[in-house]
């Protein structure tokens, strides 16, 4: 179940999000398509922006003295970061397999 919501959940949301962000800015017409391409870096940067707000304030918040503050970093924001970074990155490289042109060879 840690796993499932640690790990997983943030990936599979990952390849989601960024899969259908990157299929519905793909267009390349009309005046702004170059400036919809940027959309594709929204989910980044929230990630990116949730896991540091969630860091600071992990840190703001830990008066633990049996527990160390760097697995209190590790295990609840950085893990799901990463693998919602990861599932971001996989997302990406399904879009582009599924929507870029292929080319073949014939001899």
Request: net charge positive; hydrophobic share 55%; charged share 15%.
């Amino acid at each position: 179940m840690v796993v499932l919501l640690l790990a997983l959940l943030p990936l599979a949301l990952g390849v989601g999000l960024q899969y259908l962000v990157c299929r519905y800015t793909m267009r390349e017409t009309g005046p702004h398509w170059r400036a919809l391409r940027l959309l594709r870096l929204v989910p980044v940067l929230a990630v990116v922006g949730g896991s540091a707000a969630v860091v600071v304030n992990r840190l703001q918040l830990w008066q633990s003295e049996t527990v160390s503050p760097l697995t209190q970093l590790l295990f609840v924001p950085g893990v799901p970061g990463v693998c919602a970074l990861l599932g971001l990155l996989l997302g990406w490289k399904l879009f582009r397999r599924r929507w870029s042109p292929r080319i073949f060879r014939e001899t």
